[in-house]
């Protein structure tokens, strides 16, 4: 799958967050309401700018594609 931006840590620092989160020893189980409404538009966030950047991608290649096909 193609990314706008490669952060090869972003995805292990995210899973050690959640499991030191989750663990028993360390980090808080449970937010409020609040926490976790803010959380959520966070990740409303990221996920819309991911969304946008795999439109970039779609357009990109189909106009690659187009200008193959033509030629």
Known sequence: M???NF???CGAWQFFR???DSAPWGGRR?????EHI???EKLKGRL???IAG???LIRDLKEKDAKHSSA
Do not use: H, S
């Open 7 to 9: 952060d090869p840590c």
């Open 18 to 20: 959640a499991f030191m």
């Open 2 to 4: 193609y990314r706008t």
């Open 54 to 56: 795999i439109e970039e």
């Open 38 to 40: 803010e959380q959520l």
């Open 48 to 50: 819309e700018k991911e």
């Open 30 to 34: 449970y937010y409020t309401r609040k």
